[in-house]
C-alpha cells in the first residue's frame, strides 16, 4: 500500500509512554542514527520508539471507550467521539477529550470501534465522511467484526483515496481493552503495521498478522464460529459428565489437563458460567451477528459447511427464549439444565 515518504508521525519524548519490550540491536541503531543530535530522543526509559500519534477513537463503547482510555493512558494524543451524547459525556468525566461526529479533528490515526459493517461504511463514507476529511497518509484501523466483503471494497476506496487501512478486529472484551491485553488480528499492509506498532504494543498483548485487507475479518468469524461452536459442545460435555456424578468443575480441571481444552473451558466456564457472573460484556445478539456473517461468507463461496448451519441455526433456535441482551455465555443454560440431577456429585481430586 503506497504511503507518502514524510507521512511518518511526529515525535517527542513521552517519559510514561508504556512500551516494555526492548529494541533489538538493529532498531536501536537505526533510531540512533535518525536522532544523531540526541540518540534517546523518541525512547522512553528501556529503549521502546514513543513515537507520537494523534489519534480519533470513533465509537465509545465498552470496547471503544476503554480502547481510548488505554492509549490515552499510553501518552497518545486521543480524541474520542460517538454519535451518543451519554457516550460522549462518559468518557469525557473519565479525562479523555471528545468532539461531536462532525467536528473531527485532522488524526494520524482513525480507529474505529462500531457494531455492523453497515456502520463503518457510513462513518467512511458519508458521515462524518472519512474518505473526503482524513488527511492523506493517514491510517484507518477497524477494530469492528466486520463483513469481509465490506471491508475489502472499503479498503480498495481508503487506499484509492490516499489513506491506509488495517482491519484489526479484537478480542479479550471490554476488560482487555481497559488492560491494553488484547488480540489483534491484522489485515493490511506490513507497513502499515510497522507504522502502527507502538499504538498496537499499547493496545494488546498480542497482535498477528494474517494476511491483505478483509483477511483480519475472515479469521475473527472463523475464531468466533469456533467459539460459538464449543460453547454447546463444552456444554454436552460438562453435562454428560454431571449426570454421571462428576462435580463440573472437576470435569473442567480433567479436560483442561487434555486434548478437549479451549477458551472456552479454561476461561469462559469457571469465569462466567459455572461463577453464575454472566458479565462477560459480549452479548448473544453479537455473537448471532458474527455466526449470520461467517456463514454468508461461506455460502458467497459456494462453500458446504453442514456443521456451521448447525451452530447458526442452534444459536437462533432459542432466539424467543434467550433475548440478543443476553450474555452470549447463556446459550449454554439450556444445556446445562439437563445435567440436574439427585446424585450427589464424586469428590475428583486432581491428578498430576
Not at 454519535?83 to 490515526?109: C, H, I, Q, W, Y
Not at 490516499?162 to 471490554?174: F, H, M, N, R, T
Not at 448473544?284 to 449470520?292: A, P, S, V
Not at 459447511?305 to 451452530?311: C, F, I, P, S
Request: hydrophobic share 40%; proline share 5%; aromatic share 4%.
Amino acid at each position: 500500500m503506497a504511503r507518502r515518504p514524510d507521512a511518518g508521525f511526529r515525535r517527542r519524548r513521552r517519559g510514561r509512554a508504556r512500551y516494555e519490550r526492548p529494541l533489538c540491536n538493529q532498531q536501536r541503531r537505526e533510531q540512533s542514527i535518525r536522532h544523531n543530535d540526541n540518540p534517546g530522543a523518541g525512547m522512553n526509559k528501556v529503549g521502546r520508539n514513543t513515537d507520537d500519534m494523534n489519534i480519533v477513537v470513533i465509537g465509545l463503547g465498552q470496547m471503544g471507550g476503554n480502547m481510548a482510555m488505554t492509549l490515552h493512558a499510553a501518552g497518545f494524543t486521543v480524541t474520542g467521539t460517538d454519535v451518543a451524547d451519554a457516550a460522549r459525556d462518559n468518557l469525557a468525566a473519565r479525562g479523555l477529550s471528545v468532539t461531536p461526529l462532525d467536528a473531527l479533528p485532522e488524526a494520524d490515526v482513525y480507529l474505529l470501534s462500531l457494531p455492523t459493517s453497515a456502520h463503518v461504511r457510513e462513518v467512511i463514507e458519508t458521515s462524518p465522511g472519512l474518505l473526503q476529511r482524513a488527511p492523506r497518509g493517514s491510517v484507518i484501523v477497524d477494530t469492528s467484526t466486520s463483513d469481509p466483503a465490506v471491508t475489502r471494497a472499503l479498503a480498495g476506496k481508503v487506499v484509492e483515496a490516499g489513506l491506509e487501512w488495517l482491519d484489526a478486529p479484537v478480542s479479550g472484551g471490554p476488560a482487555g481493552a481497559a488492560s491494553g491485553a488484547l488480540g489483534m488480528l491484522l489485515g493490511g499492509e506490513s507497513a502499515s503495521i510497522a507504522r502502527l506498532a507502538p499504538m498496537l504494543e499499547a493496545m494488546s498483548a498480542r497482535h498477528t498478522h494474517v494476511g491483505p485487507a478483509g483477511s483480519g475479518h475472515v479469521v475473527k468469524l472463523a475464531n468466533n464460529y469456533l467459539c460459538a461452536a464449543h460453547l454447546i459442545t463444552t456444554a454436552e460435555a460438562v453435562t454428560l459428565a454431571a449426570r454421571a456424578g462428576v462435580d463440573p468443575a472437576a470435569c473442567l480441571a480433567g479436560l483442561n489437563s487434555s486434548s478437549g481444552r479451549s477458551a472456552v473451558s479454561e476461561v469462559n466456564f469457571p469465569k462466567w458460567i459455572l461463577s453464575d457472573a454472566f458479565d462477560s460484556g459480549f452479548t448473544t445478539g453479537l455473537m448471532r451477528k458474527d455466526l449470520r456473517l461467517a456463514r454468508d461468507a461461506a455460502n458467497d463461496m459456494g462453500l458446504p459447511l453442514e456443521l456451521l448451519e448447525r451452530v447458526v441455526a442452534r444459536w437462533h433456535d432459542d432466539a424467543a427464549g434467550l433475548p440478543d441482551a443476553a450474555d452470549f455465555n447463556r446459550i449454554t443454560d439450556t444445556i446445562l439444565a439437563q445435567a440436574r440431577t439427585d446424585a450427589p456429585f464424586a469428590n475428583q481430586e486432581e491428578t498430576r
